[in-house]
């Protein structure tokens, strides 16, 4: 599966912002895709999934209720709808398929990212 997150950007604390997250390959449809956050010198952690039919979503405590996560299967793409955005928000943002509950496998292979910075 290949991963080309999009969508980051400069945003002011308690601003919005929408990622979104184009998947390739032929079982990606099948697949629950989730969102992973690498804050600068801390480990990447998990942030956001939903399952393959889109029925199902899981939240990291961190953003419950402050983000979204949706898909669109037709077109192989998952998005993360943030609102009230903090500091401690800020990160580079990375789409994941598969995902197992709150985690990837081993050797999954990460996307480019994209970047979320929220001033203060």
């Known amino acids: 599966v290949q991963l080309q997150a999009s969508g980051g950007g400069l945003v002011q604390a308690g601003g919005s912002l929408r990622l979104s997250c184009v998947a390739s390959?032929?079982?990606?449809?099948?697949?629950?895709m989730g969102w992973f956050r690498q804050a600068p010198g801390k480990a990447r952690e998990f942030v956001a999934a939903?399952?393959?039919?889109?029925?199902?979503?899981y939240y990291a405590d961190s953003v419950k209720g402050r983000f979204t996560i949706s898909r669109d299967v037709a077109k192989n793409t998952v998005y993360l709808q943030m609102s009230s955005l903090k500091p401690e928000d800020t990160a580079v943002y990375y789409c994941?398929?598969?995902?197992?509950?709150?985690?990837?496998?081993?050797?999954?292979?990460w996307g480019q990212g994209t970047l979320v910075t929220v001033s203060s």
């Open positions: 390959g032929r079982t990606v449809g099948y697949f629950s």
């Open positions: 939903i399952t393959s039919s889109g029925g199902t979503t």
């Open positions: 994941a398929a598969p995902v197992t509950g709150r985690s990837v496998p081993s050797d999954h292979r």
